[in-house]
């Protein structure tokens, strides 16, 4: 069963062609991983999944219901998570708040019953912080459930951008770049976490640099350049394929 | 005289923390200033003398006076709201990925709409709020302090602690918090803009209802141009205290109260306007982002 599926997907930006045609399908339960250089289009194609950018041409479709032009938000509650390559949480707020906002699309209780807190609400609230400090320690961050985002450690702050994906329940994480900027000792500990995710069932796309990443987790492979998919398979395949290799290294002469 | 100030001044400064917060949660959410702002508050201030008014003309206030004030304000607040909503659809959201400048001229435009819709409707002569207990008080500490200061001391400091709790423990003020830290992030944990920016307008205009019919109580006179010095006089609070931050806003409101009520007893009344102002300069000197702001980190 295929859950997320790219059809001629193109995107402009006035005269530069960001992503032209792209196509392909993400198995359910499967990590994928999208690969190229550079200005490749990597990030343009996760803001148009995520609905932050429109495309200009193509479909997108999730369980065959198609997301194409609905907002950030919609998208979010058919079942698309993801995190940013920058870190983008919400600093001022504590780590467990972070995590605790992203259950919002998974709950019922409205304004009304949150002022007069019924029960309905109280057992919702408690739900949901029990729920929250799971996801922590999932990501192993349990222990600074009160500190303030903005405060922890890098290697922290990416893991709790996983957490807070996770935490609107999603059945596709994207995750840009989830390795930049870590230590080997880090990357191993996030190649261990995104198998994890794998183990509970989500299916988990990536935008990665990393070859040693790549390679160790993926089952499959796209690569990206200019914007046009070059390539496709699983990493054996990817590896010996000239054309991506040209694409790294430019052309022998 | 000291005590009689410090009340005059916490009434005053009260009513400016409220009109205050509105400017600083749809500044923090949208940044924008959102100059019709002042005009809800007449509307608010407006909206009383019309339901006392009615309630008085069907005898209700000589009924119960309780009864009728709470439904006086429960009215306000809803009216106000619901004209913040509409000013939020109409005149804002279209221009949301405008460039800046758009919404701001869009916002004087609506203040100048309102301004001459409530002069042509209501006359441009001042309102006189009925007299209901102006001079009754108690005495405190050798001063006099009537009811209805107490009350807009008491309605402001409760108001302003519902809403820090609201905005620290409930669900919408989480969801608050995180669209005014990152719009597109909030929508990206499946947080609906739209309806946070609603109801943030609803909040704010309720705020201002309040402040308005609180102080057309006080003072006794509505006139369809008080929005604009009690606007000004707001926005002045909230950058005092550091625009976008809702305690901020609190503490200037209170603060430019104290200090107008003080400097008008001890040093002039006619220049009473211009010493607020002096110390919003100077505060800015020494730190540009107000009290309570925090100085923009360079978004990567």
């Not at chain 1, 996760?46 to 219901?65: E, H, Q, V, Y």
């Not at chain 1, 799971?134 to 951008?161: C, H, I, M, N």
């Not at chain 2, 409101?253 to 002039?268: D, Q, V």
């Amino acid at each position: 069963m295929y859950l997320l599926e790219v059809r001629d997907l193109t995107k402009h930006f006035g005269g530069i062609r960001a992503i032209e045609e792209v196509r392909f399908r993400a198995k359910e339960g499967s990590i994928m991983s999208i690969i190229g250089p550079n200005g490749a289009g990597k990030t343009t194609l996760f803001n148009c999944l995520t609905g932050i950018t429109r495309p200009t041409k193509g479909a997108i479709s999730f369980f065959d219901m198609e997301t194409t032009g609905l907002k950030p938000d919609s998208i979010v509650k058919l079942g698309v998570a993801r995190t940013f390559q920058n870190i983008r949480l919400f600093r001022e707020m504590t780590v467990i708040e972070n995590v605790m906002v992203s259950q919002h699309c998974r709950t019922r209780s409205g304004l009304l019953s949150a002022i007069i807190r019924s029960n309905n609400f109280r057992n919702e609230e408690k739900t949901i912080k029990e729920k929250a400090l799971e996801y922590l320690e999932l990501v192993g961050l349990e222990a600074y459930a009160d500190t303030v985002a903005g405060s922890l450690p890098y290697g922290s702050q990416k893991r709790l951008e996983i957490a807070r994906a996770i935490a609107t329940e999603p059945r596709l994480i994207l995750l840009d770049e989830p390795t930049a900027g870590m230590n080997p000792q880090e990357t191993g500990e996030m190649m261990e976490l995104i198998k994890k995710l794998q183990e509970l069932g989500k299916t988990i796309i990536l935008i990665e640099h990393d070859m040693k990443v790549v390679m160790g987790i993926s089952e499959n492979i796209v690569v990206l350049d200019h914007g046009v998919k070059i390539a496709e398979g699983a990493p054996e395949e990817i590896r010996k394929n000239p054309m991506v290799i040209e694409a790294y290294l430019g052309k022998e002469h | 005289m000291f005590t009689q100030q410090l009340i005059n001044g916490l009434t005053l400064g009260g009513v400016y923390a409220l009109i205050a917060l509105g400017y600083t949660m749809v500044y923090g959410i949208l940044e924008l200033i959102n100059f019709a702002h002042g005009e809800i508050y007449m509307l608010g201030a407006y909206l009383g003398i019309i339901f006392l008014g009615f309630f008085t003309a069907i005898g209700l206030t000589s009924y119960s006076l309780p009864l009728a004030l709470i439904l006086t304000f429960i009215l306000s607040v809803i009216f106000c709201s619901s004209y913040g909503f509409t000013i939020e659809k109409i005149a804002y959201k279209p221009l949301r990925n405008a460039p800046r400048l758009s919404p701001l001229i869009s916002a004087i435009g609506v203040s100048i709409f309102l301004q001459n819709y409530v002069m042509l409707t209501q006359g441009a002569t001042d309102k006189i709020f009925p007299h209901l207990f102006e001079k009754a008080g108690i005495e405190l500490m050798g001063t006099r302090v009537t009811y209805t200061q107490i009350f807009i001391i008491a309605a402001s400091a409760i108001l302003m602690l519902s809403l820090n709790l609201f905005i620290t423990k409930t669900r919408m003020g989480k969801a608050m918090r995180a669209v005014a830290q990152d719009k597109v992030m909030a929508s990206l944990v499946g947080i609906n803009i739209n309806t946070v920016i609603s109801a943030t307008f609803i909040i704010g205009s309720g705020l201002a209802a309040v402040a308005g019919l609180m102080v057309a109580a006080y003072y006794g006179l509505v006139n369809y141009s008080i929005g604009y010095i009690a606007g000004i006089k707001a926005f002045t609070a909230a950058v005092l205290g550091g625009i976008g931050s809702v305690p901020g806003a609190m503490f200037g409101g209170i603060l430019l109260g104290l200090i107008e009520s003080f400097s008008a007893a001890y040093i002039s009344s006619e220049y009473k306007d211009a010493y607020a102002f002096i110390i919003l300069i100077i505060i800015l000197f020494i730190k540009p982002s107000g009290l309570f702001g925090k100085t923009q980190e360079e978004k990567v």
